[in-house]
């Protein structure tokens, strides 16, 4: 039987729970809300190894990687405005849904009964919307893999989209190819914790009078007064109106928690799924910084970097041209050079134990929300700094000379 003993070495892909002919391992939440395989009936083992040979986070051999990036932004303006960025996902999936016979999609949608994350499938356009936008929360596989498995051997089309680290585990526990799977992989800077999530959220309520989620988008595309467009609004939408106006995801506590390491899953520091090791067909990524390749592209606004890993995925592109009103081709160093959600594991926050080890002991809501805080709040010095700079920008576009300053300072 596999060695669950250290946390590091679980991504919590459910692979090995879904392989085990003997129904000897379980998930299991821990204090952060992540889930590890645990193992229930140990004494009904057979020590046939198939949770080893399923397990991601043992087998991460190389594959090859996409040559190019393009840079995209999908033709349907509608849905494109409830993506995070391009819409790339969505082109694939509808492609997928059209398919002969009936495609199906599985992805990442909100449980809407306490607001987690889970993977789900969906064979109706109305059913991919569910997967619009990106959940910065890690989504519970549930019975995925056998569910994908199950529809593949009956000849049905399916495209599973997942985290790098869940499309090698899909891949490994269907240990062979199928012409009729396709795998889409976000870019993936590291997965935050559901149970700060669930904390936060919480609080965010409370504070903004939400009594009844409607949804929730951590990426609302809005215009910022100052800043021009965004695509990183964090919104939770309240019954019928919306709550509040989005704000940058980057400003809220969770989010600083998340960007800064300090609440990503143990196994995000060993991932075993970036670059090379990823085995989807395709890895959709937001193109950042692709506006110091060509100036009229705004990846704030909202652009995809599609890199097609596969013959499949090249084919796919090119018949799929037309859905696109922008496709545009770079090398892949254009899109990976400053983004490690696509290019390098993540080192771990130094103060992360030290951290969950409060979150842990506070004894309710209230007080983890006040530990998050604590921990994430910037010194006065730097909150200081970024007010200043906010006031003089607001000051400078208020006069209508910010244009002027920025290309005086030879800004992009
Ligand atoms: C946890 C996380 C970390 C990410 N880190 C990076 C990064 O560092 N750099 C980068 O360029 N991009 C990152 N992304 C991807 C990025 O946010 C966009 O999802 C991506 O650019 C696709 O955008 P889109 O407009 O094509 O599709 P959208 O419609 O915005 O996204 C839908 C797709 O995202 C999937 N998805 C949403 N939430 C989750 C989740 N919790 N787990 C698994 N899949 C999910 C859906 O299943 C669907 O495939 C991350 C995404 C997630 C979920
Ligand atoms: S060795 Fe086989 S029977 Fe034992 S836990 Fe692993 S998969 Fe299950
Ligand atoms: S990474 Fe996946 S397969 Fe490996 S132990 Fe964890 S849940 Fe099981
Ligand atoms: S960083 Fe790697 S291990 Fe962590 S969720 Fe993403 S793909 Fe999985």
């Excluded at 106006?245 to 998340?258: E, H, I, L, S, V």
Aim: net charge positive.
């Amino acid at each position: 039987m596999i060695d669950l003993g250290d946390k590091s070495k679980c991504c919590g892909c459910s692979a090995c729970v879904a392989a085990c002919p003997k129904g000897c391992l379980k998930m299991e939440p821990d204090d952060e809300g992540f889930l590890y395989a645990k193992a229930v009936n140990a004494a009904a083992c057979i020590r046939c190894g198939l949770c080893e040979r399923v397990c991601p986070m043992r087998n991460s051999p190389e594959f090859p990687v996409a040559r190019h990036a393009y840079a995209a932004i999908m033709g349907d303006e509608k849905a494109l405005a409830r993506t995070s960025s391009g819409g790339g996902f969505y082109v694939l999936a509808k492609d997928a849904l059209e398919f002969s016979g009936g495609g199906v999609v599985f992805g990442a949608a909100w449980d809407k009964s306490d607001w987690s994350v889970v993977q789900k499938s969906a064979d109706s356009p109305e059913g991919l919307e569910d997967f619009l936008g990106s959940k910065y929360v890690q989504s519970n596989p549930k019975d995925t893999l056998a569910q994908a498995q199950t529809l593949l051997s009956s000849g049905r089309r399916v495209l599973y989209s997942g985290t790098p680290c869940q499309i090698n585990a899909l891949n490994l526990f269907l240990r062979k190819k199928y012409d009729n799977l396709t795998t889409v992989a976000v870019a993936c800077h590291s997965v935050p914790s559901p149970a700060v999530w669930s904390v936060f959220l919480e609080n965010y309520c409370l504070k903004n009078s939400v009594s009844s989620i409607r949804n929730i988008s951590f990426r609302r595309k809005y215009d910022t007064k100052y800043y021009g467009k965004s695509c990183m609004g964090f919104a939770v939408e309240n019954g019928a109106e919306k709550a509040g106006k989005p704000q940058n995801y980057w400003d809220t506590p969770f989010g600083r928690a998340f960007i800064g390491d300090l609440i990503s899953r143990p196994s995000c520091a060993a991932c075993p799924a970036k670059e090379s090791r990823c085995s989807a067909d395709f890895i959709i990524a937001d193109f950042w910084g692709a506006n110091f390749e060509d100036p009229s592209l705004n990846p704030r606004a909202g652009l995809s970097a599609i890199l097609p890993n596969s013959p499949k995925a090249e084919e796919t592109l090119a018949r799929l041209v037309g859905k696109f009103s922008l496709l545009r081709r770079f090398p892949y160093e254009a899109a990976a050079k400053r983004n490690e959600g696509i290019r390098r594991t993540r080192k771990p926050n130094k103060d992360r134990d030290k951290f969950f080890a409060e979150f842990t002991r506070a004894p309710n809501a209230a007080a983890k929300y006040k530990v998050l805080l604590k921990w994430t709040t910037p010194p006065l010095k730097i909150r200081a700094k970024k007010t200043l700079k906010y006031c003089i920008r607001a000051v400078l576009c208020e006069l209508g000379l910010w244009k002027a300053v920025g290309k005086l300072m030879g800004k992009k």
